[in-house]
């Protein structure tokens, strides 16, 4: 008998921490199990499975006096992801398996009674933070070995039983390190195209511009007339995700659950739209117990669309301006704050009153009603909104036999060699897009000319637009700009700027 260690991982999040099993199996005693470091009850529970778990694969289970300790102490312990480590610290611990693989090996898993290892959730952050904190190996189950081998610089291995590892810590067996194929699916559809979209001049440029700067976008308009159909087709004028980029949006799914059998990484920037009647904690994350992440989290580096905005009520839109501002969520527990990263692009679609006609001559609305309608987007949420744009109705049938709107592909030239632009100008201060440069280097930095900036200044002193409102104003502009060719944004690009962020768009 003796005190051996596994390695396991805890998340917070997407934030792993490394957490340090150790299991003392003493000679005598009374046959027990003390599991210490503030586990959850999943993980109380995981006692009773280890045991029948290590007993079904026919091996001994010490009867005697056997403690587990799970290090950091003060660190929350949540899931079923520690049963493997466990199993294997007490087999180490009783000296029924030799202990030298364990050594830098982190074992991520949860047991069957009967042994076998099923899946977990947030493989790929886990081995990220095994990783960094220098662990050499991990095994985990064989069904998420394809998601754990997009973490580099770390040796993997899949199974799918306890007694294979049992055996491959007694060097009996070699287990598998190459993910199974993945099951025959369906091509996947095409993303649709920006030339389905008829008419709407002025809502097919705010789209452009806002794929171009990565801005914030609220469309109002009667039923019909193509809000979420332009939508849906931005995320097909976005560049692709970088590798980086990519990890973190996959580690985001795994943490959700949204992985299933697609665990490659992705280059499309993700598109969610939920339901209006989702709630606060699905809309930016929470529930009970482990925090999970939210719709503005499966949203990260992609498109949030919330249709029908006005139907969701002041409470979940107002959850969103944190969010807005820091690209982050940051859910507060009794035990600790879970984080997860949130800079998406928002598009609202909105109709401009309760009953909503094809045509505004038709509304029956009262016009308080209306305000009312319209008032559930607050102010500050708006002020964080840089392009507002009205959707008219198709007036005439020659729209039809017209000449063919613009392509998807079109479009995505020019909003690539405008980011292009925008990149190589902010490239030494790390920032992207023109949406992420803050007000105060654009103010002092990279400052317009008066005569350039008079139409802004008009409209903070009359109080037609706020301070937050002016900066976005300023990145619309260089925004605008870079569109139009131009080193730095005119009078005219300030102009439409500030016409962008008319109040009667909304």
Known sequence: MALRRTWAVALLGVDGVLVEIEADVRKGGLPSVQLLGLPDTALQESKNRVRAAVQNCREDWPETCVTLALSPAAVPKTGTSYDLALACAVLAGAEVVPPHRLDRTVLLGELALDGRIRPVRGLLPALLAARREGMARAVVPTAGLAEAKLVDGLEVFGATHLRQVIAWLRELVDLDDQPPPPP??????EVPDLADVLGQPEARWALEVAAAGGHHLLMVGPPGTGKTMLAKRLCGLLPELTRHEALEVTAIRSVAGDLGEDTGLSPTPPFVAPHPSLS????????????????????HHGILLLDEACELGPKRLEALRTALEEGEVRIARRDGTFRYPARFQLVLATNPCPCAPAREVDCRCAPHARRRYLGKLSGPLLDRVD????????????????????????????????????????????????????????????????????????????????????DRCLRVAWTLADLDGRTVPEAEHVAAALEFRDRRAA
């Not at 809309?283 to 503005?296: E, K, N």
């Open 280 to 299: 606060v904690s699905a809309l930016v994350g929470g529930g009970t117990g482990w925090a999970r992440p939210g719709a503005v989290s499966r949203a």
């Open 184 to 189: 025959a699916r369906s091509e996947p559809g």
């Open 387 to 470: 392009l507002r744009v009205r959707t008219r109705p198709i007036t005439a049938m020659s729209v039809y036999g017209g000449p063919d709107p613009e392509p998807t592909a079109v479009v995505r030239e020019r909003v690539a060699a405008a980011r292009d632009s925008a990149r190589e100008r902010w490239q030494e201060h790390g920032w992207r897009t023109n949406n992420e440069v803050p007000g105060p280097v654009l103010r002092r930095e990279f400052s317009l000319p008066s005569r350039v900036t008079a139409l802004l200044d008009r409209g903070l002193e009359s109080g037609a637009i706020t301070a937050r409102g002016a």
